[in-house]
C-alpha cells in the first residue's frame, strides 16, 4: 500500500525567510504532483513532476523529484503573505503509465507567512 | 469554458437518507474522479472511470455507487447516508496520459449527515 507523507505538517514563516516542505512516499513511483488548496476552496494544481531528477519553477515555488530517494520537495523562497495556504504533495501509484491517476495524497502542509 | 462542476456545493442529510452528488467537466476528458476530504486531512479516492462506461473503485469505495454514462458526467450516488460519510466531496478530471495525468478539480460540495 503506497503511503505518502509530509512535513512538517504546520509551518510559520516570516516574510522574506525560505523554507521547504517535504513530500516522502513509500512505494515505486514516477509521477508526482503539488497542489495547493485555499481555506474553504478547492485544490489548485502547481507541478507535476514526471522524471528523477526533475525540477520545476514558478515565481517563489521551486519543486523537485528525486525517485531514488522516492522524495520530493517544496521550496519557498523569500516568503509573502500571499503564499499562505495548505499544500499537498500526491503520488500517482502506478508506474508506467498504468494507474490512470489514482492519486494517494499526503496529510497536507498547512503554511502560514507572518509580516 | 466552465473547467469542472459540482452541485450541490452544501448538503445535509439525515442518516439513512441517499442522495446523488453531480459533476461535469467540458474538457473532453476521458479520465474522472471522486475524491473525499475530512477535515485536516489530504483527499481520498472513492471512485474513478477511464471513459463513459467503465468505473473502477478507489482506496475507499464503500457506502458509494458511481455511474458514467457520457464523456462529461460522472454522478456520485451515496446510499444509507452515514455520520461517517460527512465530509468535503471533489470531483476531478485528467486528460490521461498525454496530460500526464494532471488532475483538474471541482470547487466541492460539502456534506454534513447528521
Known amino acids: 500500500e503506497l503511503k505518502v507523507e509530509q512535513n512538517p505538517l504546520f509551518l510559520s514563516m516570516q516574510e522574506g525567510k525560505n523554507y521547504t516542505i517535504y513530500c516522502n512516499y513509500s512505494t515505486t513511483s514516477d509521477r508526482l504532483y503539488w497542489y495547493r488548496q485555499d481555506p474553504g476552496k478547492s485544490l489548485e494544481s502547481l507541478f507535476v513532476?514526471?522524471?528523477?531528477?526533475a525540477v520545476k519553477q514558478e515565481g517563489r515555488l521551486m519543486a523537485s523529484l528525486d525517485t531514488k530517494a522516492r522524495l520530493s520537495t517544496l521550496h519557498i523562497t523569500a516568503a509573502v503573505h500571499d503564499l499562505s495556504a495548505t499544500y499537498f504533495c500526491a503520488v500517482d501509484g502506478g508506474a508506467g503509465g498504468t494507474s490512470y491517476g489514482k492519486l494517494t495524497f499526503g496529510q497536507g502542509t498547512i503554511l502560514t507567512v507572518h509580516p | 469554458n466552465a473547467g469542472v462542476t459540482q452541485t450541490p456545493k452544501f448538503r445535509i442529510l439525515k442518516i439513512g437518507q441517499s442522495m446523488t452528488l453531480q459533476c461535469a467537466q467540458d474538457m473532453n476528458h476521458n479520465y474522472m474522479y471522486w475524491y473525499r476530504q475530512d477535515p485536516g486531512m489530504g483527499l481520498k479516492l472513492i471512485y474513478y472511470?477511464?471513459?463513459?462506461?467503465?468505473?473502477d473503485k478507489g482506496e475507499v469505495p464503500n457506502g458509494y455507487n458511481v455511474s458514467r454514462s457520457t464523456t462529461e458526467d460522472f454522478p456520485l450516488r451515496l446510499e444509507l447516508a452515514a455520520p461517517s460519510q460527512t465530509s468535503v466531496y471533489f470531483c476531478?478530471?485528467?486528460?490521461?496520459?498525454?496530460?500526464?495525468?494532471?488532475?483538474?478539480f471541482g470547487p466541492g460540495t460539502r456534506l454534513t449527515v447528521t
Open positions: 513532476l514526471l522524471s528523477n531528477g
Open positions: 472511470s477511464v471513459g463513459a462506461g467503465i468505473t
Open positions: 476531478a478530471s485528467s486528460g490521461g496520459v498525454i496530460s500526464a495525468y494532471e488532475q483538474y
